[in-house]
Nanobody
Framework: QVQLVESGGGLVQPGGSLRLSCVAS????????MGWYRQTPGKQRELVAT???????TYADSVKGRFTISRDNAKNTVYLRMNSLKPEDTAVYYC?????????WGQGTLVTVSS
C-alpha cells in the first residue's frame, strides 16, 4: 500500500523560505511523476510544481523563479524548496504520486506566510 507523508510546513514571515518534503513508502518511487499542489479554504486544489521520472520539471506561473521541485530516488523523497514566500502562498500543500484515477495523495502540510 502506497503512502505519502509530507512535512516541513509551518509559519514563516514574508520573504522567508521553507523546504517541504514528501516521503513515499510502497511501490517503486523512481518510475512515477511526482507533484506538489496547494489548496486554500473555498478554492480548488491547484498545481504548484511537478517533476517527472526523468526529472523534467514544470511550475505554476505564480511560483516560477521562487520555488524549486526536486527528487531523491534513493530516499523515495520529493522536495519543494520555497523562497521569497508571499502571504498568498499560504495554503495546505499536498504531495501527489502519479496522476488520473491512480493518483495517490498525501495528507498535506500547512504553510502560513504572515508577519
Amino acid at each position: 500500500q502506497v503512502q505519502l507523508v509530507e512535512s516541513g510546513g509551518g509559519l514563516v514571515q514574508p520573504g522567508g523560505s521553507l523546504r517541504l518534503s514528501c516521503v513515499a513508502s510502497g511501490g517503486i518511487f523512481s518510475i512515477y511523476s511526482m507533484g506538489w499542489y496547494r489548496q486554500t479554504p473555498g478554492k480548488q486544489r491547484e498545481l504548484v510544481a511537478t517533476i517527472t521520472s526523468s526529472s523534467t520539471t514544470t511550475y505554476a506561473d505564480s511560483v516560477k523563479g521562487r520555488f524549486t521541485i526536486s527528487r531523491d530516488n534513493a530516499k523515495n523523497t520529493v522536495y519543494l524548496r520555497m523562497n521569497s514566500l508571499k502571504p498568498e502562498d499560504t495554503a495546505v500543500y499536498y504531495c501527489r504520486r502519479g496522476g488520473g484515477s491512480l493518483a495517490v495523495w498525501g495528507q498535506g502540510t500547512l504553510v502560513t506566510v504572515s508577519s
